[in-house]
């Protein structure tokens, strides 16, 4: 298996332009994990999916984010209007059950 | 609900000498306890994990980790550090009812020092 992929690898764009970061989960996989890393607060939690379903959105900072999960093999996290402070290194993460998570190589956002 | 506090967001040691990273948790249930590593413009990969089975967990890269309930604290050694050590290291919890989120900590900073 190619392991957790994420695209695109770096997004740069202007405040209030909207970006959608994407996730292929490892085949099998049915927890789908999307977390946002900067160097003020660390690796945070934003929402996670079991078999595709949302399970917990606590950690999405506002309304302006937004994920999906259509089906078992794809992921979505959308943020419109983008802001400066939503500069970050976002990753997607996957695992069957209980088991291993596994990272993807993130996506490198830049909002100038 | 469960938090990991790792004390030390950058630690230095020399090339050959033990490496110890300090981690705090606290659960409101039995934890599920992991050390993760970031190499630069990488996610994450797992180390090691304590599942409630031995206290002392052995993982990849020489890694081990020791969970004392007493003290609530899972810190992260290694008898002798190599260059290739230098990364991001991060402490999580999770319940241990399978399948919980992760929580993380807010990382350490290991350099190596030639």
């Known amino acids: 298996d190619a392991g957790v992929i994420q695209s695109p690898r770096h997004e740069v764009t202007e405040m209030g332009q909207e970006v959608t970061l994407r996730c292929k989960p490892i085949s099998g996989h049915d927890y789908l994990f999307w977390y946002r890393q900067t160097m003020m607060r660390g690796l945070e939690l934003l929402i996670y999916?079991?078999?595709?379903?949302?399970?917990?959105d606590s950690g999405m900072p506002e309304d302006r984010f937004s994920a999906k999960m259509p089906n078992a093999s794809f992921s979505t996290l959308k943020i419109q209007p983008s802001e400066p402070r939503d500069s970050a290194v976002y990753f997607c993460?996957?695992?069957?059950?209980?088991?291993?998570?596994?990272f993807g190589s993130g996506t490198q956002l830049s909002v100038l | 609900a469960q938090s990991v506090t790792q004390l030390g967001s950058h630690v230095s040691v020399s090339e050959g000498a033990l490496v110890l990273l300090r981690c705090n948790y606290s659960?409101?249930?039995?934890?599920?306890l992991f050390w993760y590593v970031q190499y630069p413009n990488q996610g994450l990969q797992l180390l090691l994990k304590y599942t409630s089975a031995a206290t002392l967990v052995k993982g990849i890269n020489g890694f081990e980790a020791e969970f004392k309930k007493s003290e609530t604290s899972f810190h992260l050694t290694k008898p002798s550090a190599h260059m290739s050590d230098a990364a991001e290291y991060f402490c999580a919890v999770s319940g241990s009812f399978g399948n919980e989120k992760l929580t993380f900590g807010t990382g350490t900073r290991l350099t190596i020092i030639p």
């Open positions: 999916f079991n078999n595709n379903v949302p399970i917990d």
């Open positions: 659960s409101s249930v039995p934890p599920y």
């Open positions: 993460a996957s695992r069957y059950r209980g088991e291993k998570l596994f």
